[in-house]
């Protein structure tokens, strides 16, 4: 612990250099990424609303029920396929990815895919996936949601 005196005025204060104080780094590390999270709540709000209301993500990337209702205990943990083209589709995709928690790509890749409809591999995405032209901020936030998500399995 540091201890140091000095001298205002005449009266001598005391002051102790917290720094060194075992655990502060911890507390103050665990308050930065508390006032991080706090700060990025608008964002992800703006992403969840995009994701599930506009973008409905949740009809492909998660798994239905018996009855065919979506299974929200396994929201956007990726699901097999329940559409199924009108004619015959050379690469129609059987299995929709996991994309809560940690998305099937870069953070750089999935705002691509999100800002123009191209995948890693410099492809457009392959139907039934819409081609999304989302605005850089928006996928940002389409990120920051899926991100804030913890798989359940």
């Given amino acids: 612990m540091c201890l ?3 001298s205002f005025d005449g009266a001598l204060v005391a002051i102790i250099c917290v720094l060194c104080l075992p655990g502060f780094a911890q507390s103050e590390h665990a308050d930065a990424k508390k006032s991080a999270a706090r700060s ?3 964002m992800v709000d703006r992403g969840r609303y995009i ?3 506009l973008a409905v993500c949740g ?3 998660t798994p239905r029920d018996d ?3 979506l299974d929200r205990s396994k929201w956007l943990e990726g699901a097999p396929l329940w559409l199924n083209p009108a004619r015959p589709t050379q690469g129609w995709p059987l299995q929709a990815p996991r994309i809560a928690g940690d998305p099937p790509g870069t953070d ?3 705002i691509k895919l999100l ?3 191209i995948w890693r591999d410099g492809k457009p995405l392959r139907a039934p996936m819409p ?3 989302m605005s850089v901020s928006d996928a940002q936030a389409v990120l920051a949601y899926l991100k804030s998500l913890t798989p359940q399995h």
């Fill in 4 to 6: 140091r005196a000095i």
């Fill in 40 to 42: 990025s709540q608008p």
């Fill in 51 to 53: 994701a599930e209301d």
């Fill in 59 to 61: 009809q492909c990337h």
């Fill in 67 to 69: 009855q065919g209702n």
């Fill in 108 to 110: 750089a890749e999935m």
């Fill in 115 to 117: 800002t123009t409809g």
């Fill in 131 to 133: 081609q999304f032209h």
